[in-house]
């Protein structure tokens, strides 16, 4: 139980870590999203939205909001010109970030497998993972991807 109750206070922090890191712009949360130009701000806005959703049903035992959001985020569209950006911009260390990314499709993955079993502590298990999937690639590559963001 205290390790169930950590991985909740570490989601805590991380989602209030994200959300002061990367605000949202009134005219984008009111634009309906197919008018969002793709840009990397944009993505990683959806998936900070989609990413609250997600702990808001982990804590009410929304199993099937969590199963939702978790496919979301498991397959969440990359466009093309933002990974030839984000491989322009890496250059050799583009290989590490593909490695984080699938982690973490992979966390979201099992995350809405276990929601569908409607498996609390396997979601939060796996709720835990795809944070540190999150945390780990913002910390490794936000500084270097900042410039495709603003």
């Not at 997600?54 to 199963?67: S, V």
């Not at 397959?75 to 010109?81: C, S």
């Not at 984000?86 to 992979?106: M, P, V, Y």
Request: hydrophobic share 45%.
């Amino acid at each position: 139980m205290r390790h169930f109750l950590g991985r909740f206070r570490s989601a805590f922090a991380f989602v209030a870590f994200l959300s002061a890191l990367v605000p949202i712009d009134p005219v984008l949360a009111q634009a309906p999203k197919e008018e969002h130009k793709a840009t990397l701000r944009v993505v990683m806005d959806d998936l900070r939205a989609e990413f609250l959703q997600l702990t808001n049903a982990l804590l009410t035992d929304d199993f099937a909001g969590m199963e939702r959001s978790a496919k979301t985020i498991e397959g969440h569209p990359l466009p093309d010109e933002i990974v030839t950006a984000i491989k322009g911009k890496l250059g050799k260390n583009f290989h590490a970030f593909e490695a984080i990314d699938e982690r973490s499709h992979r966390a979201a993955g099992d995350l809405a497998k276990r929601a569908a079993a409607k498996d609390l502590s396997g979601s939060a298990k796996a709720f835990g993972h795809l944070a540190d999937g999150c945390v780990g690639c913002h910390k490794q590559f936000r500084a270097a991807l900042r410039p495709l963001s603003d």
